[in-house]
């Protein structure tokens, strides 16, 4: 297309259909996609708050809508690089002036406000309490913008970049939580309504404290996780030597976020209509969960862990009856779960010397997502464990 008759509708089509071709299975087309949607919304300006004056024909609807189609780019171009674990993503280093959205609600209705400006926001803890009420997505970028600051591809880092790393990820997330609205944070409105877009940001939050935790902690990363397209890389040989005490609160923290999600899961809301993008998150919180299972868990603890782990797997099913790469994904966590669970309990395995050849890859295309019953293959794994001597 040439660059001359590219217009911001365009840049909507295109984001729009490459959501649609990543979650059809095809992640590097869909991918793709989303890089030129970003190449043609950068060759308009996209990412300047001039362009909604320019493009706006002074309707405050329109306007919002160009804010929204930007901030779109952006964190679609962090969810790609968040489910592929590949830092920094396209937009990072991108200049961003473009005022800040509205409220669901009022983008609805047609009722626009003035916009608020990111820089307003990136301020908002020296704001007083009536300046400082930003719309939920305007919250949903600033998570966004707070993990681009920090996070970095950890599994080629050493012990003390890497612990540095997590310290600085814990006080730019905890820090973006501690100033939320309470009614922000409690994600069920008033009227029993849930407030979908800090769903999904709280959602995300808990994500990558198992991402950033996960490689200092006691859940020990296995090579059958390398078959799932969600999985991070294993983290460097020198974090497993982290100490023990320091592993333990690392623990601690990856299995809070874990039971977070698992409670969110339960919440009255329609599953279906999240973004695609959490059905990355999900599984990789379940291969962590598993590695719980596998690694820490025993007895009566174990046997209740069955229960969250069949919770998110039945998530996974639902959404792979509208996203066919989510119907891959749950057979490639179905395939991870076999192998964790069938391995000797009282003699973990590095992550290294798994021995790759002995595992059935071939099971990804003739394992039917229907045909697959993966609780009752947990019940009987769970069951044959042994309790170990105390």
């Known amino acids: 297309m040439n660059n001359s008759s590219i217009t911001g509708f365009d840049v909507q089509a295109v984001t729009l259909y490459s959501i649609a071709v990543y979650w059809r299975n095809e992640p590097d087309r869909g991918a793709e996609l989303l890089g030129e949607a970003i190449c043609m919304g950068m060759a308009l300006g996209m990412n300047r708050k001039e362009f909604t004056k320019i493009y ?55 009722a626009i406000p003035p916009p608020k400006s990111l820089e307003d926001y990136e ?79 709280l959602f995300i939050m808990h994500t990558y404290f198992v991402e950033v935790h996960r490689p200092l902690s006691a ?29 333990e609160v690392h623990t601690a923290r990856c299995i809070k976020a874990i039971d977070t999600i698992d409670e969110f899961l339960t919440l009255p809301t329609n599953i279906k209509t999240h973004s695609p993008f959490i059905i990355c998150m999900i599984a990789g919180l379940t291969i962590a969960h598993l590695s719980a299972c596998r690694y820490v868990y025993t007895g009566e603890r174990l046997t209740k862990r ?19 790469f989510a119907k891959r994904i749950y057979r490639e966590i179905g395939i991870i779960a076999r192998e964790l669970l069938s391995l000797s309990k009282d003699t973990p395995t590095p992550s290294t010397t798994v ?24 019940d009987s794994s769970t069951t044959s464990h042994s309790e170990p001597s105390s």
């Open 306 to 324: 069955r229960e969250k782990i069949r919770l998110t797997m039945g998530t996974l099913k639902n959404l792979s009856e509208h996203w066919a």
């Open 355 to 378: 021995d790759m050849s002995s595992i059935d890859l071939t099971a990804l295309g003739s394992l039917p997502d229907a045909d697959f019953d993966f609780c009752a293959f947990f």
């Open 56 to 110: 706006g024909a002074g309707d405050p609807l329109l306007e919002e809508s160009w804010r929204r189609t930007w901030w779109v780019l952006y964190i679609n171009d962090a969810h790609i690089s968040w489910s592929t674990h590949r830092f920094p993503f396209r937009t990072s280093g991108i200049e961003k002036t473009m005022d800040l959205p509205c409220e669901e609600d009022e983008y609805e209705k047609g």
């Open 219 to 247: 859940l020990t990363y296995s090579a059958i996780e390398s078959v799932s397209h969600c999985a991070p890389l294993p983290p460097s040989e020198e974090l497993k030597f982290n100490h023990t005490i320091e592993r």
């Open 123 to 201: 301020n908002r803890e020296f704001l007083g309490d009536d300046e400082t009420n930003f719309s939920s997505y305007t919250e949903l970028i600033g998570l966004t913008l707070a993990i681009d600051r920090v996070i970095t591809s950890g599994y080629k880092l050493g012990a003390q970049k890497y612990n540095a790393m997590a310290s600085r990820t814990d006080t730019s997330i905890w820090g973006w939580y501690s100033l939320l609205p309470p009614a922000k944070r409690a994600l069920i409105r008033a009227d029993g309504s849930v407030d979908e877009i800090m769903f999904k940001s």
